[in-house]
């Protein structure tokens, strides 16, 4: 029994040992850039950052404005923030920004039943 036994877990060990020099790293190069999260929170100037609070203001103000949710952590608001910014830009209007992530504005989603983001 001892002998099979260990025939068993020396098999099993050489087995391992192969199997894992013949593993092989490749490294796979996007076609297109990533939006990197500096990107994506340098915004221009008519993209403005508010708090929960103030965006409860501008609510209860009844005035028209644009509302943008984001995480900075959010892959697809990487994406998005350049054709967010753009927006901004070709149609003169200030956009003002939220960022789901902080603590304080955390409680945004379920207050302004927000489904995600961006």
Do not use: W
């Amino acid at each position: 029994g001892a002998i099979v036994t260990t025939l068993c877990v020396a098999c099993i060990a050489i087995f391992t040992l192969t199997k894992n020099e013949s593993v092989k790293t490749e490294t796979v190069t996007p076609e297109k850039a990533i939006v990197s999260a500096a990107d994506a929170e340098r915004a221009p100037k008519n993209i403005k950052d508010i708090s929960k609070k103030e965006l409860k203001q501008k609510i209860e103000s009844h005035e028209e404005f644009i509302a943008y949710y984001y995480q900075p952590t959010c892959h697809y608001c990487k994406k998005a923030a350049p054709d967010i910014n753009s927006m901004s830009k070709n149609h003169d209007r200030t956009i003002y920004r939220i960022d789901i992530s902080t603590p304080e504005n955390q409680s945004a989603f379920q207050e302004f039943d927000i489904p995600g983001t961006p």
